[in-house]
C-alpha cells in the first residue's frame, strides 16, 4: 500500500520489538525416550513444551513457532503441518473443504481444533496440530525402524529447521533491508554483515529473529558429523544461536553447537533437575535475543540468570532478593487473575 | 578502411547485457511470459558448478599484491579504484579466514616501482585489517612493478612449509609494468618455486599477466580476468577464497622433498580451561581467566588455531577442519523438474521449507493444448529455470524450491530430504553425493 500511493504510513515507524520464529527440535528417539522413562517420560516433557511454547506465542502476537520431530529413521514437521499430511486427513474426514487446505500454507491453520471459546485461538491450533502429528508420527513408526537405526536425523531435522528460517525470513518484510545477511546477492559476504562497520545498526532491524532449541536426549551423532557442523556453521553466518536442553547422552558434540553460535548450552543429568524442566525453559530458554542482549545467561557453573550470583541447583525456583522490581503492581495483579478465571491456557496439558 | 559487417557477431561484452527494451508483453499484457523464470535462472548460474570432490589444498600460504599506482585513481570502478579495492580487500581477508581457517595471508603493495609490504604472513586477520586501514589514507603513486612485486612474493613465500600451497593473487589496475629486469626470468623462478599466480585486472587484458598466470597454473587460462565492473570484481575476489585444487605437479615436486613430510602434519587439538585464578598466556603476555593448554607443552594460548610459542606447534580446533568439509564433499547440483515428473510425483510443497509450489496443470489441459501453447511453454522459462517451480535432488527424489536450492548449495551444503530419511540402501552415499 505503501508503495502504490507513496504515503509514509504510521506502521512503519512503530517501536515494537521484533517478532521472533522458535525453532524447537525434538529429539523423538523411542530408545533414548525408554531409558529415560523412570524420571521423566515423553508425555510429559512434551506438556511441559507445550507450556514454554505458549508462553513464547503469548509474548508477542507476531511470535512463530516451528516444531520439527528427529526420530528414529526420519525428521518429520510436527508443527506447521506439511501439505501432504493434511491431504490424508482431509480424504479421511471426507468434510473439510479444499479451500481449507490451500489458504493454510504450512500454518498448520487447516487441521481444526475442536472448538473452545475459552481457549486462546493460535494456542489451540498449535496444541492440537503438534499433539495430532506427534501420534501420528509414533503410530507410524514400525519396530525394524527402531531397530534399524538406533541414533536420531539430528542433522535432516536441523537443515529443514534452516531451510524454513531463511525462507521465513526472507518472506518478512524490513524496514532495513541489509539487516540480515543475504544469501542470494552476490554482493553480500559471509560475515560481512558490517561492512560500514557499524555495530549499532543491527540494532534497529524490524525483521524476523530466529533461533533454534534442540531438546536432546540421544546420545552417539557421530556418523552425522560433517552433516550437522555444515548446519552449525550455516548457524553461525546466519547469527541463529543454537539453544541445547540436553536431558540425556553424550554432551561434547551440542556443546560445541551452542558454543560456536552463541546459544545457551545445558544439561539436566540428574532425575531432580529434570523434575524442573519447565522452570529451566522458562528461564532459560524464553527470552529472545534482543532480551539476552541485558540478561545474564546461565553458563556451565549454574548462574543465576537475572542477578548472576552463584546458586545451587536446589535452590534455582527462588527469587534473588538483589533483583530490581520494576513493575511490582502488574506482576501481582497477573498472579492474582490466574487463579480465578479460567485462562485461555484451559485445556492445556498440565506439566505435573 | 574496410567497412564493419552489418550483421556482424555480437561482441562477447555484449553478450550478458539486458535489453529491456526489446522485452515484449504477452497477449494479455502481462510480462510473466518473457521475464519467467529470468531471476530463477540467475540464481541459479552461480550454483551449477563441478561437484566432483577434489583434493583441495586446505593450508595456503597466500600473497595478496595490491596496485598502490596512480592508476588506482581511476573512478571508473566508485567511489575509485583504490579505496574500492581497500573496501573488498578487508573483506577477503574476513572471507578467507572464515574457509581457511589454518592458511596464512600476507599482503604487499606496488608503488613507485617498488614493492612494499603491507603487513607480513600471519594467520590473524586484525593484523591485516588493521594495516589496510591505515593504507586507505595514502595516497596511489607512480608505476607498479609487477617482477619487484612477484621477487618480493617469492621470497616470502620461500621458506614456507611443502605440504600448503603457494599463491599470489595480484590485483591490477595499470596497464603497464615498470620491470627492472627480464620478467621471464622471474616467472621462470615462480615456476621453480611452485607458486601459482592469480591476477585480477580492473582496466583492461595484458598479455603479460595472461602469460604469468598460464605459465604458474601449469597451462590453465582461467586464472587471469577482468573485472567487468563492482560486482564482478567482488564475485571474481571471493571466488579465490575457496581453496584451490591440488594438481599433480604440486604432488610431484612435494614428493620429491620428502613423502611422509607432505603427507602427515603434526597438530594438536587442545581443549578449552577455565580457571579459577587468572594466569598469563604464553602468547600475549596478559592475564586470561581462560584459554587452551597446547596439548605438547601445556603453554596456555588464548586463541585458536595459533602456532605454540614455545613448541611451535600448529594448534586447531576440530572445528577449524569442520569449515573446509563441504568443499571436500560439495552437495549435489538439483536438477529441474518437468511437469510430467512433477505430476508423478505430487508434489504440492518444498520439502524444506514448507512453501507451496505452483499448482500441476490438469492432465487434459496440455493434452488439448495447441501447439503454440506448447511451443510457449518451452519458451517461458529461461534456460536454466525449472518449469514447475520444483528442483529435485536425484539422490532422495524430493522437490524444493529455488530459495531452498541456493540456501542448501551455498549456506546448509547439506541435502534437507537425505538427512532425513535413512537411505533405502544403507550405504555411505548420503548427502546427495
Known amino acids: 500500500m505503501n508503495v502504490v500511493d507513496a504515503t509514509d504510513r504510521a506502521e512503519a515507524h512503530e517501536d515494537l520489538e521484533p517478532p521472533s520464529l522458535l525453532t524447537i527440535i525434538l529429539d523423538t528417539n523411542p530408545h533414548a525416550w525408554a531409558l529415560l522413562g523412570d524420571s521423566l517420560p515423553l508425555s510429559k516433557a512434551v506438556a511441559n513444551l507445550l507450556v514454554f511454547i505458549n508462553a513464547h506465542l503469548a509474548i508477542n502476537y507476531a511470535n512463530r513457532v516451528a516444531v520439527i520431530a528427529s526420530h528414529a529413521e526420519r525428521a518429520a514437521w510436527l508443527y506447521p503441518t506439511p501439505a501432504h499430511a493434511r491431504k490424508q486427513e482431509t480424504q479421511m474426514n471426507g468434510s473439510v473443504s479444499n479451500s481449507h487446505a490451500q489458504n493454510g500454507e504450512g500454518r498448520g491453520g487447516a487441521v481444526q481444533p475442536p472448538d473452545d471459546a475459552n481457549k486462546y485461538r493460535p494456542f489451540a491450533q498449535m496444541e492440537y496440530a503438534f499433539m495430532d502429528n506427534l501420534r501420528k508420527l509414533m503410530d507410524s513408526t514400525t519396530t525394524e525402524a527402531i531397530q534399524s537405526s538406533p541414533s536420531t536425523m539430528l542433522a535432516g531435522a536441523l537443515t529443514r529447521a534452516l531451510a524454513y528460517i531463511s525462507k521465513q525470513t526472507s518472506t518478512v518484510p524490513t524496514t532495513t533491508t541489509n539487516a540480515q545477511f543475504n544469501y542470494s546477492d552476490p554482493s553480500s559476504v559471509a560475515g560481512g554483515n558490517d561492512l560500514n562497520n557499524d555495530p549499532t545498526s543491527n540494532q534497529t532491524t524490524q525483521g524476523l529473529t530466529s533461533r533454534v532449541l534442540i531438546v536432546s536426549v540421544s546420545g552417539d551423532l557421530a556418523d552425522k558429523y560433517i552433516e550437522i557442523m555444515n548446519s552449525i556453521f550455516a548457524c553461525q553466518r546466519l547469527s541463529i544461536p543454537i539453544d541445547i536442553l540436553k536431558l540425556a547422552g553424550d554432551p561434547v558434540f551440542l556443546q560445541q553447537a551452542a558454543d560456536t553460535t552463541g546459544g545457551i548450552y545445558m544439561s539436566l543429568s540428574t532425575p531432580q533437575a529434570r523434575a524442573g524442566l519447565l522452570q529451566y525453559l522458562m528461564f532459560a530458554y524464553l527470552p529472545d535475543q534482543t532480551a539476552r542482549d541485558h540478561l545474564i545467561m546461565p553458563g556451565e557453573d549454574g548462574t543465576c540468570l537475572l542477578c548472576g550470583s552463584h546458586l545451587s541447583m536446589a535452590n534455582y525456583g527462588q527469587k534473588p532478593a538483589v533483583v530490581p522490581r520494576k513493575k511490582k503492581g502488574k506482576k501481582k495483579r497477573i498472579a492474582d487473575s490466574g487463579v480465578d478465571t479460567p485462562g485461555s491456557g484451559s485445556g492445556t496439558p498440565i506439566p505435573v | ?433
Open chain 2, 1 to 433: 578502411m574496410v567497412s564493419r559487417p552489418k550483421d556482424r557477431v555480437q561482441a562477447r561484452w555484449e553478450e550478458a547485457a539486458n535489453r529491456n527494451w526489446e522485452l515484449q508483453e504477452g497477449a494479455d499484457g502481462s510480462i510473466e511470459g518473457v521475464l519467467g523464470g529470468l531471476e530463477e535462472a540467475g540464481k541459479r548460474k552461480r550454483l551449477l558448478k563441478d561437484t566432483t570432490p577434489l583434493q583441495r589444498g586446505i593450508i595456503r600460504h597466500t600473497l595478496l599484491v595490491l596496485d598502490l599506482s596512480t592508476a588506482m585513481n581511476e573512478k571508473d570502478l566508485r567511489p575509485t579504484r583504490h579505496l574500492l579495492t581497500i573496501k573488498y580487500t578487508i573483506m577477503f581477508v574476513r572471507e578467507f579466514f572464515e574457509q581457511n581457517p589454518i592458511s596464512q595471508l600476507g599482503i604487499l603493495g606496488m608503488r613507485e616501482g617498488l614493492a612494499i609490504r603491507v603487513s607480513d604472513m600471519s594467520g590473524n586477520p586484525n593484523d591485516h585489517i588493521s594495516a589496510l586501514k591505515i593504507l586507505r589514507g595514502t595516497e596511489p603513486k607512480g608505476n607498479p612493478s609487477l617482477q619487484n612485486a612477484l621477487d618480493m612474493a617469492r621470497a616470502a613465500l620461500y621458506h614456507t612449509p611443502s605440504h600448503g600451497t603457494r599463491e599470489v593473487v595480484i590485483i591490477l589496475g595499470a596497464l603497464l609494468s615498470s620491470d627492472p629486469g627480464d620478467i621471464h626470468d622471474t616467472i621462470k623462478a615462480c615456476i621453480r618455486d611452485r607458486i601459482r599466480v592469480r591476477i585480477i585486472g580492473l582496466a583492461a587484458q595484458m598479455h603479460i599477466c595472461a602469460e604469468i598466470c598460464r605459465k604458474t597454473n601449469g597451462g590453465d587460462e582461467n586464472y587471469y580476468d577482468v573485472a567487468i565492473d563492482e560486482v564482478d570484481y567482488k564475485q571474481q575476489l571471493m571466488a579465490i577464497t575457496t581453496p584451490p585444487v591440488l594438481r599433480v605437479t604440486d604432488a610431484d615436486s612435494s614428493d620429491t622433498q620428502g613423502k611422509n613430510q607432505s603427507a602427515l602434519l603434526m597438530m594438536g587439538f587442545p581443549s578449552r580451561i577455565v580457571e579459577e585464578k587468572a594466569t598469563l598466556c604464553a602468547c600475549h603476555g596478559n592475564l586470561t581467566r581462560g584459554g587452551y593448554l597446547c596439548s605438547r607443552c601445556k603453554a596456555k594460548v588464548c586463541n585458536l588455531p595459533a602456532t605454540c610459542p614455545t613448541c611451535d606447534l600448529t594448534l586447531i580446533l576440530s572445528t577449524h577442519l569442520a569449515r573446509s568439509y563441504h568443499h571436500l564433499f560439495p552437495l549435489r547440483n538439483w536438477s529441474e523438474v518437468s511437469w510430467s515428473r512433477a505430476r508423478t510425483k505430487g508434489t504440492t510443497q518444498c520439502y524444506g521449507c514448507l512453501s507451496s509450489f505452483p499448482a500441476v496443470p490438469k492432465q487434459h489441459e496440455v493434452a488439448n493444448g495447441t501447439e503454440h501453447d506448447q511451443g510457449a511453454a518451452k519458451t517461458k522459462r529461461a534456460e536454466g529455470a525449472s518449469e514447475s517451480s520444483r528442483y529435485e535432488c536425484e539422490a532422495c527424489g524430493d522437490h524444493f524450491c529455488i530459495d531452498c536450492d541456493v540456501f542448501c548449495h551455498e549456506v546448509v551444503h547439506n541435502c534437507p530430504g537425505c538427512q532425513s530419511t535413512v537411505p533405502a540402501d544403507i550405504s555411505e552415499k548420503t548427502n546427495g553425493d
